[in-house]
């Protein structure tokens, strides 16, 4: 009963706003409802609409699917020290990088949804009602890792947060076996997507085991950086108190997270370089261009650029605690991952395909129109459900008997 | 007072701004889109082909055939004839016979009821070399020849390996594409939900995919279809190579077998050790592609000796 109270005072919440409030939402759904129109279109005449073709079957779809993926295990860098080391500035704020771990996932199964040719036998990969090819098939490990980190991003925000509208001590016992069930399942939703990739030998590009560490060491930055420009907005825009202290903890371990990247992809690079073997063209095409094709080639030096610039930023946040440097850095990181691991690491592994054929690949307006879509999709979620979340942290939204 | 009147109209205006703009965006819906229009409901809830009970099948290949009739307005002969008892499909390409005519690529096309626009597929890919070494990276797919053979080069066609240990089936997350009894790897396209996971897995580009409708001349049709085989497909689905399962399963040999003028394109039963292919097998040097992929595919390479 008191739930059901619950769940109609949240909706009552997410109803009301301020004019600020209203043009965002208005504006995310502005943005969804071209991206259907678009996602229309490529359900009518098929996926010749996007830009991918036999050779280069996979793109900015899959691209964000994986930086996304990525989003959503790097809350865990707020589960950590929130429910481990229980920093209090951080335990404040852990339920707003819960829900952003959810609204990623809700991000991933879009891209993954518009990336299906057939979204009707949708159906198929449901076990019991279709056949779900586990263990055999690693996207059938995706599909059970991703829909199980949904699961507990979903029952823990919400079983706090409904603690918090009735005024209750939440009860350790029931959620925090939960919590750490999500730390490693964190940790698994990344290394399987990187075990997508990884074990086709079809694609000498992918086929590296630094592949698992280096996804994770590009999400612990990339992540936590959408979490730090959040969070100051979410200050900004409502009372909530965010402490300084809990965005430079993170940003702490974002430095060392984007050290990682950097020596991981740099042993990457090496070993491809030195062996110089016929393994090395999707790196070469990457890096200089191959015979003569070069159209990833500017996007990946922005990207390191970028991401050597933001960690040195990061070096100087130890001496200089400034807000601004630390945002731009977070600017940096987020573009620069994005690029890394989206379109410069999903489409070599395409280039030269594997009879040796180059097609080069970029988005067409229509895959860029619908994941736009998704991603305001996404969030539109987040600030439904971290409005909600707000509300009763502050006290406005809480438990009344009638 | 004044302000919460202020912010309902500001409210109001967006709202009604919001809502003008959706309707824009929507506009098109109202039109019947071919999504909607195509949808199948006997499509929808059919099950995997390896699920099925005989009579299930029996009754779904009467509903294609009609369907197809319907689509067409030809009779089709929608086969399902199981693999022969003691039979694995083999293939033997002799590359020092191979011309590089692409006869091969276009009897496929027909026999398969391969798309021909606005997507042209083609399960065989002849690809042309320099003399020397097969380095793919310098090979030419599209090259254009007044007459082939051509002096100082030489050609490879290459199609679907049929390998023992198939990437592509390990990859399907929903088993819509296994490897019959007789070694043909198949794709059940009604079941394929087009993640293209197993093309991302391929190391032959042995497998394409309908990016749109696929568009085949009435009069060209090939009318005589095994369900697993050359049968219409439909959009955003995966196909590939069968050895002419539709043939090959009565006795025949592939419509590329057929066609080659040169006889290079031998076909046969692994396990008869009087066949072709055996034969060849154990008395020529024969090379796979990719072996280091550990792929264990069913087609052979050899040159004469």
């Not at chain 1, 100087?316 to 977070?330: D, E």
């Not at chain 1, 999903?346 to 040796?356: A, K, N, S, Y």
């Amino acid at each position: 009963m008191r739930f059901v109270k619950f769940f109609i005072d949240s909706v009552k919440e997410v109803i009301k706003g301020s004019p600020l409030y209203y043009a965002w939402m208005a504006f995310l759904l502005i943005i969804m409802a071209f991206a259907a129109r678009s996602y229309i279109f490529q359900l009518d005449n098929g996926l010749i609409v996007t830009n991918m073709r036999d050779q280069v079957s996979w793109g900015l779809y899959i691209a964000n699917f994986t930086f996304m993926v990525g989003v959503a295990a790097a809350a865990v860098l707020l589960v950590i020290p929130a429910y481990i080391y229980h920093f209090q500035a951080i335990k404040e704020i852990v339920i707003l990088g819960e829900l952003l771990a959810f609204s990623a996932i809700v991000m991933c199964l879009g891209f993954i949804t518009v990336d299906l040719g057939r979204p009707d036998r949708f159906w198929h990969i449901i076990p019991g009602l279709g056949i779900l090819n586990f263990p055999i098939s690693m996207l059938s490990w995706d599909v059970v890792v991703l829909n199980g980190y949904l699961i507990l991003n979903t029952l823990i925000p919400i079983y706090l947060i409904y603690k918090g509208y009735v005024n209750e001590e939440p009860n350790k016992k029931l959620y925090l076996p939960f919590v750490l069930l999500s730390i490693p399942w964190a940790v698994s939703i990344h290394t399987v997507t990187a075990f997508l990739y990884n074990p086709l030998p079809a694609r000498p590009f992918w086929n590296a085991a630094i592949l698992a560490p280096r996804f994770l060491a590009s999400a612990f930055c990339s992540g936590p950086a959408l979490i730090i420009l959040i969070f100051q907005i979410i200050r900004k825009v409502s009372n909530t108190k965010v402490q300084d202290v809990a965005l430079f903890k993170i940003a702490e371990i974002m430095a060392y997270a984007m050290f990682f990247n950097l020596f991981l992809f740099g042993a990457e690079l090496f070993k491809e370089y030195y062996s110089g073997t016929v393994h090395l063209a999707p790196m070469e095409y990457l890096m200089q261009g191959l015979h003569g094709h070069n159209a990833l080639v500017p996007w990946i030096w922005t990207a390191i650029f970028l991401n050597v610039t933001a960690f040195i930023l990061f070096i100087l946040l130890r001496n200089v605690r400034s807000v601004k440097i630390m945002n731009i850095g977070c600017v940096l990181i987020i573009t620069g991952v994005w690029i890394e691991k989206g379109m410069g690491f999903i489409v070599p592994g395409f280039i030269p395909d594997t009879l040796g054929e180059i097609y080069e690949y970029m988005p067409s307006s229509t895959e860029v129109m619908v994941s736009l879509g998704v991603l305001a999709l996404g969030f539109f979620v987040y600030t439904m459900f971290a409005k909600v979340a707000i509300a009763v942290n502050n006290g406005t939204l809480k438990y009344q008997k009638d | 007072m004044k302000k919460d009147k202020k912010i309902s109209f500001i409210r109001r205006k967006f709202l009604k701004t919001f809502t003008v703009a959706a309707a824009a965006a929507f506009a098109p819906l109202a039109k019947a889109n071919s999504a909607v229009k195509d949808f199948d409901f006997d499509d929808f809830v059919q099950k995997n082909f390896k699920e099925m009970t005989p009579q299930e099948v029996e009754r779904m290949l009467k509903r294609l055939e009609k369907k197809y009739k319907e689509k067409y307005g030809k009779d089709f002969i929608v086969k399902a004839t199981p693999p022969m008892e003691n039979v694995e499909f083999g293939y033997a390409l002799n590359l020092s016979k191979c011309i590089g005519c692409r006869r091969c690529v276009y009897a496929c096309v027909k026999e398969n009821n391969l798309s021909r626009k606005p997507h042209q597929i083609h399960y065989i890919r002849v690809m042309r070399f320099k003399n020397g070494p097969i380095d793919l990276e310098k090979s030419e797919h599209y090259y254009e020849a007044e007459q082939v053979p051509e002096k100082g080069y030489f050609y490879v066609p290459i199609q679907c390996q049929h390998c023992r240990k198939a990437p592509c089936v390990k990859a399907c997350p929903v088993r819509a594409t296994w490897t019959e009894k007789d070694g043909i790897v198949v794709v059940d396209y009604n079941w394929c939900i087009a993640c293209r996971y197993c093309m991302a897995a391929c190391p032959y580009k042995g497998r394409n995919f309908n990016w749109a409708e696929p568009q085949i001349p009435v009069e060209e049709l090939n009318t005589n279809t095994h369900y697993l085989g050359n049968r219409p497909r439909m959009k955003n689905v995966v196909e590939k190579c069968t050895f002419c399962i539709q043939r090959s399963r009565e006795g025949r040999y592939p419509a590329c077998v057929e066609i080659c003028p040169v006889g290079a394109r031998k076909f046969g039963n692994l396990l008869d050790p009087n066949s072709e292919v055996r034969r060849i097998i154990e008395t020529k040097r024969i090379f796979r592609l990719k072996e280091d992929l550990n792929t264990d595919p069913k087609f052979f390479y050899f040159f004469h000796s």
